[in-house]
């Protein structure tokens, strides 16, 4: 059973920076992909990146685009997530997930297509 851990959210003011990370455990495949996603209350989960472990194919969703960087250590099984100049509308419970390779094309990430999912981590920009 794959379990997903997040830690790294934070309160931080806009224009700081944080860095999120999820490490998977009972991941058995060297394909697959990991993401992340957020959702801010009242609104719907949205997509904010993704990267292949096998490979370097990674994508941005465009409000995040430029300020944030997704990375992975495949021997530890971790992706980490770096973002800059935050915005208070960055402002989200974060989710880790992931899926197939294919789940992370590069073009965009829909979250049916990743079938563990973490627990969470809130992210608050606020002055």
């Known amino acids: 059973q794959v379990q997903l851990v997040e830690s790294g959210g934070d309160l931080v003011q806009p224009g700081g920076s944080l860095r999120l990370s999820c490490t998977g455990s009972g991941i058995t495949s060297d394909y697959y992909a990991m993401a992340w996603f957020r959702q801010a209350p009242g609104q719907e989960r949205e997509g904010v990146s993704c990267i292949r472990m096998s490979d370097p194919t990674t994508w941005y969703g465009l409000s995040v685009r430029g300020r944030f960087t997704i990375t992975r250590d495949r021997a530890k099984k971790t992706v980490y997530l770096q973002m800059n100049s935050l915005k208070p509308e960055d402002t989200a419970v974060y989710y880790c997930?992931?899926?197939?390779?294919?789940?992370?094309?590069?073009?965009?990430?829909?979250?049916?297509?990743?079938?563990?999912w973490g627990q969470g981590t809130q992210v608050t920009v606020s002055s």
């Open positions: 997930a992931s899926g197939s390779r294919l789940a992370c094309s590069g073009k965009s990430i829909r979250g049916g297509d990743f079938g563990s």
